[in-house]
């Protein structure tokens, strides 16, 4: 048997123990060991960024990480936005510009830019344009997903205290 690996991670707010091998990413420990597949997982090499989650505040493309590399940090992924009944201002935006389609992306581009917008309350396009320019989006064209930040900055700015 291979050898194994005790980790403790913080998702969304939830500390579990797991133990795991070293190879696991954490993308794979998201969905498969937690059942959190909000995440995405595309092309499996740091391209897309489907995978996107955050790892300690940080945007880091989950199928690069090891499991074992989040030991004792704090993970939040798309399921920590908003809920159906009550979604997030960024999440409210994408649905109001109509900047889903298949919605294969969109998980990675919500994660992208939560710490974005909460660093550029004000972004311009082409700051929209970079901050998102890690994400690959086979169907919108991105002019919607433009839209919707812009939009989404907006709602940002009026509401407080918006999660996570
Ligand atoms: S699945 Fe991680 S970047 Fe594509
Ligand atoms: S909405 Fe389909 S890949 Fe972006």
């Known amino acids: ?7 403790t991670v913080t998702v969304n707010g939830t500390q579990y123990r797991r133990t795991v091998e070293p190879r696991l990413l954490l993308s794979d420990f998201l969905r498969h060991d937690l059942g959190l597949t909000g995440t995405h997982v595309g092309c499996e090499h ?23 590399q989040a030991n004792n940090h704090t993970v939040t992924t798309v399921e920590a936005l908003g809920t ?3 979604l997030h201002p960024i999440q409210e935006a994408f649905r109001e510009s109509h900047a889903v389609q298949c919605g294969f992306c969109t998980p990675g581009i919500l ?16 700051q929209i344009r970079e901050a998102i320019s890690g994400n690959l989006c086979r169907c919108t064209g991105y002019q919607h997903i433009v839209d919707a930040v812009k939009l989404a900055a907006e709602k940002m700015k009026a509401s407080e205290g918006v999660k996570p």
């Open 84 to 86: 159906p009944d009550n």
């Open 111 to 126: 994660m992208s830019l939560v710490p974005f917008l909460q660093e550029n309350p004000d972004p311009t396009e082409q």
């Open 1 to 7: 048997m291979s050898e194994v690996m005790n980790i």
């Open 46 to 68: 740091g391209v897309c960024g489907a995978c996107t989650v955050l790892l300690d505040d940080v945007p880091v493309r989950s199928c690069l990480v090891f499991a074992v």
